[in-house]
């Protein structure tokens, strides 16, 4: 009896500490929430630290990328990717000397008027700007270099529309109703129509 006493004994110690150990193992697991690991791995990547070193890495206005600001370098050498002869400035960001997130026309004049004595490009606002053709309102569809909507634009909409087909040289200054999306279609030419002889309605700022 003793000796079957004494294995009853050791099992009931063994299955103990079998359970102790297993009660340590659930103690363990429960205290690593499965939220804390994903919470780690987001702040190793956070993005905030991307945004900033991006940032930190501009220079809005030294388009050439040579480290001076705002010369006669930057300004052809924007002009030449607008017109799509050159390709795009290896730092987006630094074509977009006012800062509004587009680049455009607007950014060159703004170069050209720094190097008169204008106010220098502004300092990270956008880290990735985008390129457009479109300056500030719709409605110039000829580019004409002095942005007026007149009768040659509603020319330059009726001939892409229904006679020569011709694609348009910066089809978001034909999107005159603001529904880019749906194309550029006799709304458009309406919204223009109404802007030039009706109800002299403003157009859309250029998106
Ligand atoms: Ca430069
Ligand atoms: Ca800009
Ligand atoms: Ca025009």
Not at 31 to 59: E, F, M, N, Y
Not at 77 to 105: K, Q, V
Not at 120 to 140: D, F, I, L, Q, S
Not at 149 to 175: G, M
Request: proline share 7%.
């Amino acid at each position: 009896m003793d000796s079957k006493c004494a294995r009853i004994s050791i099992v009931v110690v063994l299955m103990s500490a079998a359970l102790a150990t297993v009660a340590v193992s659930s103690t363990v697991d429960k205290s690593i929430p499965s939220d804390t690991a994903r919470i780690v791995t987001v702040t190793s990547t956070a993005s905030p630290v991307a945004l900033a070193d991006t940032c930190l890495g501009q220079l809005p206005g030294d388009v050439n990328g040579n480290t001076i600001i705002g010369e006669i370098g930057d300004a052809n050498r924007l002009l030449l990717y607008l017109a799509g002869i050159e390709p795009a400035p290896t730092r987006l960001s630094n074509a977009d000397p006012n800062g509004d997130c587009r680049i455009n026309y607007q950014d060159y004049y703004y170069i050209r008027n720094y190097m008169s004595g204008g106010p220098a490009p502004v300092t990270c606002t956008c880290v990735e700007p985008k390129k457009t053709c479109c300056v500030e309102w719709t409605g110039n569809v000829d580019k004409d270099p002095e942005e007026r909507v007149d009768i040659s634009d509603l020319s330059a909409l009726i001939d892409h529309l229904f006679i020569s087909l011709t694609p348009l040289t910066c089809p978001q200054e034909a999107d005159c109703d603001g529904q880019l999306k749906e194309g550029i279609s006799i709304s458009d030419l309406s919204a223009m129509i109404a802007n030039l002889f009706i109800s002299f309605a403003p157009l859309p700022e250029c998106r």
